[in-house]
């Protein structure tokens, strides 16, 4: 019998609100054994976090706890979620993990320097020293998330907390992660807490998994069991609303639907039975690319000329059809979202030709380039950095017919941001509510809703779903598909997530290095791919 690392019982977290205290954390009761793996999964707002937080001692002094856990006497350790805001941006990353050794050990600079570089290896960074003197920006997101985990094991601990290490990352890169973790795992002995609202990602990792809605545990048991032979409609739906790769429904389930069901039947027969992807009959090219060449320079001389350079599009040709969804998928920093803010004029291409509907835009004037940008818009990944904290919804949404000067009223403008808040499913007595006050689900729908006030013809979604729970994941992706149906738009779907290219996806375009390595429908990209990429990439997506 392994020795039980922490133990939890009976655990409550409540904040103060209005006055009054809100619980957080509702009598969570849960224990790790050494060399184990719990999984506790779960929505943003469920309280995954929260609990480890309060575990490791980290809530503020206002937040009310009560219950009793195991004091683990420092032999804790965390990694959290986004390793960019976790890491000091003006510190090199071997100090940092350095930084850690020195404050809990008895150990001179010089071993700490030869120990944190030993751990650089043991977690598979390339060229350790060289990661050792390296600034955060300067590494890749992978890596950072290595330098991370090397600073959370470090100090030997009994018990790592990963709370959402993967959420962001490639499935490639994720996958990487996880195998390192279970070895890492394997050589230290020692437990792990592992949150994530992704049940596919508990699946590689977890021994045993703990299902939180709403502060509370709703199930809990051995990995296979939760998995494979859920219980309660809440875990049910987490299963099911994550896009299928072997089917393609004509709408995806949500979390909404199971916790609606009626003796245990869904009431919204929409969801149920598969339906082909309704690929467009129209072959009127909408967007035209032909050779088409990003470069930026990564070196210069004093006098300004350029000494070192990266081709970050390299020599791209491709059409997107009127009506279709193309999807682009590839992993960090292949190229993907340069391909996107090139089409869209916000950066510069150093060769090649863009068409838009026929005309080259660069022969474009000024003025018609403004009339064209009315025509093709964009949803960004992080809709919280894309809005302005400082003004309303409405006054967000709005922005661009006042831009554009598309309507004459103040009382037009307010009765278009109204009409098509509903179609997005968000509240007309929302209007005047600032961003912080929503989730984040809603914060991306007043960004669609943004995007769409001018009615564009194309629309250019760039990792717009990625960092959501994969129940909002699964709706944001229905009321995308159902503003295609009603209102024509074409779709060019950036992402690194090959289920939901899959699941919206007409085309698919694989992009590695800069360059198209395959490219075909869909559903024949995923049943017979041709490069070894695009093998690699559908090998590492997440499997329950």
């Given at each position: ?66 219950g009793?856990?195991?004091d ?28 850690m ?12 320097r ?13 060229r ?51 195998d ?52 309660h ?36 027969e ?65 190229g ?10 916000l ?71 109204l ?11 929302w ?114």
């Amino acid at each position: 019998m392994d020795e039980i690392v922490l133990k939890v019982d009976d655990l409550h977290v409540s904040f103060p609100h209005d006055g009054e205290y809100i619980e957080a954390v509702k009598g969570v009761t849960f224990e790790v054994s050494r060399g184990t793996t719990l999984g506790i999964v779960g929505e943003s707002g469920s309280g995954k976090s929260v609990t480890s937080l309060a575990i490791m001692g980290l809530l503020p002094k206002t937040a009310h706890i009560s219950g009793s856990w195991t004091d683990l006497h420092g032999r804790v350790s965390m990694i959290f979620q986004e390793p960019m805001t976790s890491l000091n941006p003006v510190q090199r990353c071997g100090k940092q993990v350095e930084e850690m050794l020195l404050a809990h050990e008895k150990v001179s600079r010089q071993e700490a320097r030869q120990r944190t570089i030993q751990l650089f290896e043991e977690v598979m960074l390339p060229r350790p020293e060289k990661i050792y003197r390296s600034y955060p920006h300067e590494i890749s997101g992978g890596q950072k998330q290595r330098v991370m985990i090397a600073m959370a094991l470090i100090c030997h601990p009994d018990l790592l907390i990963a709370d959402e290490p993967t959420t962001a990352l490639d499935v490639t890169v994720q996958k990487t992660i996880i195998d390192l973790l279970r070895s890492l795992q394997q050589k230290y002995h020692m437990g792990i807490i592992f949150i994530t609202h992704d049940l596919g990602v508990i699946a590689q990792i977890a021994d045993n998994v703990a299902v939180m809605y709403h502060g509370e545990i709703v199930e809990h048991g051995p990995a296979q069991q939760v998995l494979h032979h859920p219980q309660h409609p809440y875990t049910k739906g987490l299963l099911a609303c994550r896009p299928p790769l072997d089917s393609r429904p004509r709408r995806l389930l949500t979390v909404k639907d199971f916790l609606d069901m009626e003796n245990g039947e869904l009431k919204n027969e929409n969801y149920l039975g598969a339906a082909a992807m309704n690929v467009t009959d129209d072959t009127t090219v909408l967007l035209r690319v032909r050779d088409l060449d990003v470069t930026y320079a990564l070196e210069t001389s004093v006098f300004g000329k350029v000494k070192k350079e990266l081709k970050a599009v390299d020599g791209l040709s491709f059409d997107i059809y009127r009506g279709e969804t193309l999807g682009l998928v590839g992993e960090s920093g292949c190229g993907k979202s340069t391909l996107g803010r090139a089409i869209l004029q916000l950066v510069e291409h150093s060769s090649g030709t863009i068409e838009y509907d026929g005309r080259s835009l660069d022969q474009l004037t000024s003025a018609e380039t403004k009339a064209l940008r009315r025509k093709m818009q964009i949803v960004f990944q992080d809709p919280y950095s894309s809005l302005n904290p400082r003004i309303t919804i409405g006054e967000a949404i709005a922005e661009p017919l006042k831009v554009h000067r598309a309507s004459n009223t103040r009382l037009s403008v307010k009765e278009k941001v109204l009409t098509l808040m509903q179609q997005v499913g968000l509240e007309p007595d929302w209007y005047n509510r600032y961003p912080h006050e929503f989730s984040g689900g809603q914060r991306q729908r007043v960004c669609i809703a943004r995007a769409l006030i001018l009615q564009p013809e194309l629309v250019i979604c760039d990792e717009s779903v990625s960092a959501l729970d994969v129940s909002v994941q699964a709706q944001v992706l229905n009321l995308l598909n159902e503003l295609k149906e009603q209102y024509g738009y074409t779709y060019l779907f950036i992402t690194h997530d090959l289920s939901v290219v899959k699941y919206l996806s007409d085309r698919i375009l694989v992009m590695q290095q800069g360059r198209i390595v395959e490219q075909g429908p869909a559903d024949e990209i995923f049943t017979h791919p041709q490069h070894p990429y695009t093998q690699r990439l559908l090998a590492a997506i997440p499997r329950v």
